[in-house]
């Protein structure tokens, strides 16, 4: 996995949410992409005090949606939706 600062960011969240023996790989856009210029290194938003991010990320072989957040002043925040879910939400809406 390359080793940006977004796909870096992510396995620290992935590592604090699931422990730090858990599998991080392939984080990348809604299109597959990893992270890089072309798709602002998954950055959705950014405000003077935080950036948020998105996209998908396989942890322990399975596929989760994520949204992270890291601020200037405070712990980061992130959650972290199974795929197969996120789907299922899709397709009920």
């Known amino acids: 996995m390359d080793p ?5 960011f992510i396995t ?3 590592e604090q949410e699931f422990g730090e023996d858990a599998e991080v790989t392939r984080v990348r856009d809604e299109q597959g992409r ?10 959705v938003s ?4 935080f950036y948020e991010f998105k996209g998908l990320v396989n942890i322990n072989g399975i596929t989760f949606g ?5 601020f200037k002043a405070k712990q980061p ?3 972290f939706t199974p795929e197969a879910l996120r789907k299922e939400h899709k397709s009920s809406t």
Do not use: H, S, V
Not at 34 to 43: E, G, H, V
């Open 4 to 8: 940006t600062p977004t796909t870096q």
């Open 12 to 14: 620290y969240c992935a």
């Open 34 to 43: 990893a992270p890089c210029r072309d798709n602002k290194y998954l950055i």
């Open 46 to 49: 950014a405000q003077k005090n």
């Open 66 to 70: 994520f949204k992270a957040k890291t």
């Open 77 to 79: 925040e992130w959650i």
